[in-house]
Structures are given as C-alpha cells and as structure tokens.
C-alpha cells in the first residue's frame, strides 16, 4: 500500500500567494529593465548638439577728423576666451549672441582732481610718457592740454575762467594773421619770435593735425628745421659770434622737442623730415654747451663759476622737452640737470632769491625761473625750491599800469612756478594776475608792453601772455601728493 503527504488547506492558500508575488515582481523588474535600457540607448544615439561660442565685443578708438579730441567708438570683434578660470567665471554672468544692434553710449570718462599739493613737485611724472586721453606717447602733463573738455575742466578745477581760453584763441588767431609767408615770425630776432610763437600753439596742442592751427603750425616746425639744417642745428638767425643766438637757439630747441613729441604721438612727424635729426642736434648742442659751473653762459662759453640765469633758464627748459622726445637715454640727462640745479641753489640768496647772475641781487625777480627749473628736475620740494616760493610771496605783485610790477618775462616763470607749488601759493597768485592780465588783452588778440628787461615787441608779449594764461592745463603737477 502507497503512503502520501497530505497537505493542508492552509498550506496550499499560502504557496499560491506566493507564486502571485514572484510573478508581480518578476513582471516589475522586466518592466524597469526595459526602460532602463532605452535611456541608455537614447543617450548615445540623440544627435550631438554643438553650443556657439560666443563674441566678445571691444572697442577701440579712432579718430574722427584731424582733431585729436574727436574720437569715435570703433567695434571690433574678439575670440571669446575658452574655459576663463573660476575667478572669472563668477564675474562673467552671461554672454549672449543676439542679431539686436544695441547703441553704444557715449561716456564722458571724469577727470580726476588736480589735487594741487603745498610745494608739489613735477616728480618723474613729469613727462613719464604715459598720458591718459588715449594719448598713450605723450608725456602725461602734455596729454591733457589735448582734449576741449578736459582742457575746460581743468581750467575751472584749477580757478580759471572760461575768460582766460577765450583770451587764448583769440591770442592765437592774432599770431596766424601775422604769420610771415616763409612761417617765422617779426622781422628780427625771427627764430626767437618763431620759437615762443610755436611754444605758444604746441601749449593748446596745437600741431600739423589741428583742422584750424594746422597748417601755421606746420610752416613754423618747417621755418626752424631750415634753418638747423643750414647752421648744421644752430637754431639762430642771429651772428654766432654775439649773445643773442645762445638765447635763440634754448628756445627754439625747447619749441621743437616739444613740437617733435607731440607730431610724433599723432603720426604726423613725417610731415617735417628733418624735424627728428635737428630736434637731436640742437639738442646736444643745449647740453654740450653748459659750463663747468653747471650754469649757461653767452656763447655757450665755458667758465668755473659764471653762469648766465636768463639764457640758463631756456637750455634747462630745452633738456627737460628734450627728455619728453625719447631720442636720448634718460641717463644721458642726469649729469646735466644736477649741475644746473647745483648751480642754481649755489647762486641763490639767503633771501630766496635767484637772480640774473651769481649776484642774487641783480633782477631777483627772475626767481621764478629758478624755482620752476628746480621743479622740472625734481627739486621742487627741495629747501631752496621752497625759499623761492616764499621769496616770490612776499616781493611779487601785478599791476597793469605798472611795467614794472606787470613785467610778463618774470611773470610767465612765475606762474609755472606757483602753479606747481599749488595750494595757498597758488590760490594767492591766481588771483594776482588772472583778471588784470585777460583785462589788458588788445582787442587784436595781442598784448602791449614796453619793459627794460623782457617783452621786446608786441609778439614777444603776447606769446607770454598766452603762456602765462595756458598755464592752467599747459603743465601740471607730476606727484599730485599733498
């Protein structure tokens, strides 16, 4: 007989609910299988999709017309730098292409404030080369006589009157109407009278580019360069053997440095071929030319101890717009300015005075040359530099009606001179000279003055009185340190 295992009711409910279960699961898992297999596939099968760099647009300027201060955005385009760093990606929140042309506003960029300091000197800013305006080869204390707003604002900033730009332009169209046809100006002393009319122009930026000055400006570089290319850089009209070439040679050699640092920023230097070779010759003639005693004399005749303050003070401001060209190694200069300012503190008074000659006592009021030559070669906060400042406070006045008092040949130092000393210094002269000397103006555009020692004829005064007037953006402080 068979013997077989009976199995419960219970047992067999129990057995088919958990076939039921096996098979729920079985099915679920296939399922998620199933999808899971099509994701995968469909991330290696979908199309890859390429995302376009993006542009970066920068803009460079260009100039509109002739004038240096008309400049216009220029749009160009640039490769969108691939993977920027963390730093920079934080920074850049997003760089959308979009074919919508969005204007480009034009920003007026702010000045910053002259920040005239108590003896401030011109420091080795002056003339750094490294200019703002986008004038980025011109010493910085040139750039920024060439640009209308920034030459307005720091005439404001710095206590002039819109008074004094209008006296200016009208100064220099009075030297365009009385320009001679050969581009010199005066019927003696011509090369002098060029030069100061030059250093006049080149003050307001003024060069072959300008739309107005242009082509006054370039007949007079071109005047000068003749007449270094024939006197193999002697920049006269005067005979060699008398005094009055030594005079015109420092200020035309200043006027030409300069005027070959700015046509040289503009590309414009071509326009004058021989302007780079005489600007180099007539500079070392400057610098070879100054005596044992450190000083300059007549003739350029050389001495142990005797120097000539009036023609010292043009070569001293000749080598400083020689430095400004780049022609010649700034060593090169080193030797020189420190004997000039040497001899300058040797010969000044106990008072603070700089006078004609080692005599302090003969034409004291040329103290602010001295004062001024001191700041060019970063004296300016010397102990000596400062008793000329104070020597000029204290025996300095302007009186129209006085030629004395008003003597534009001291008074175009003195203005420099204070200018850069700034401060209390400043503000006190400002308000000396400014009104009186706008007020004296011809109706011409020119300036009238008869002295014993200075202005030699209407040109001559009113190339230092628009000097004197430019003096508000012409130069400025190289420190900008209170």
Known sequence: MSLHAQLSPEAIARLQAQKRNSTISSLLISILAIVLLFIVLGLFLLPKIDTPNANLISYAYQQEDDRPEKIVPKETVQKKPSSPSASVSRVITSATVSDIAVPVPEVEATTPSLDFGESDDFGSGWGSGTGGNGFASIPSTMSKRCSDKDRMKR???????????????KALDWLQQTQNDNGSWGDQYEAAMTGMALLAYLGHCETPASKKYGKTVEKAIVYLCDIGMKNDGKLTVSKLTGHQWVYEHGICTYALAEAYTLCKAFKVEKKVPDLKKVTQKAGDIVMDGQADSGGWNYRYANSQNAGDNSVGFWQIQAMKACKHTGLWPESK???YSRNATDFLKRVQGQNGAIGYRTSHTKSPHLT??????????????????????????????????????ANLYYHYYNAQAMMNAGGKHWDWYNKLFQDQLVAAQQSDGSWKQKTGHGPINDHMATCLATMTLEVFYRFLPGTGAK
Do not use: Y
């Not at 005439?155 to 200016?168: I, W």
């Not at 030559?373 to 302007?398: H, P």
């Open 333 to 335: 200069f080193r030797r």
């Open 368 to 405: 602010g040359g001295g004062v001024l030559c001191m700041q060019m070669w970063d004296e300016g906060n010397s102990r000596e530099a400062k008793k000329g400042i104070e020597w000029i406070r204290e025996n300095t006045t302007f009186d129209w009606k006085n030629p004395k008092s």
């Open 155 to 169: 005439l404001k900033e710095s206590g002039g009157d819109v008074k004094c730009e209008k006296a200016v332009v």
